[in-house]
């Protein structure tokens, strides 16, 4: 799997593990609303999870830069690779036209350098 696979793949993993964070907020929520368990313990433990959350968004933004730098990174390359391959056919082809005006000019003196 390629680098930039990778970081696709935990990116989308850490997008899941916010989507079951904000639940277990939910979850929290409704046992608070059902007075099973107090204030002050479900504020206790719904901060601990936003921390959580917030460690996860931002490792996440983390991977979505060095993604975007590595796909920049790739086209940049390929565009190197692009360059090289025009610059390659353009001393070709001008090395043909050398070979053919020689060819000519040494016709021209018959054959005599």
């Known amino acids: ?15 899941k593990n916010i989507e079951k964070e904000h639940e277990k907020i939910e979850k929290l929520r409704i ?5 099973k368990i107090t204030k002050a313990e479900f504020n206790v433990k719904k901060s601990h ?3 959580k959350i917030r ?6 933004r983390v991977l979505q830069g060095g993604l975007a730098k590595e796909k920049r990174h790739l086209e ?3 565009e190197e690779k ?3 391959k025009e610059e390659k056919a353009k001393r070709k082809e001008d ?3 050398r070979e053919k005006a020689y060819f000519e000019w040494s016709e021209k003196d018959g054959g005599k350098i």
């Not at 460690?55 to 996440?60: F, G, T």
């Open 95 to 97: 090395g043909k036209i």
């Open 49 to 51: 999870i936003e921390s």
């Open 55 to 60: 460690a996860m968004d931002s490792r996440m």
């Open 76 to 78: 940049e390359k390929m």
């Open 1 to 15: 799997m390629s680098f930039v696979g990778r970081l696709e793949k935990n990116i989308v993993k850490l997008e």
């Open 31 to 35: 046992k608070y609303e059902s007075h």
């Open 82 to 84: 692009i360059k090289k």
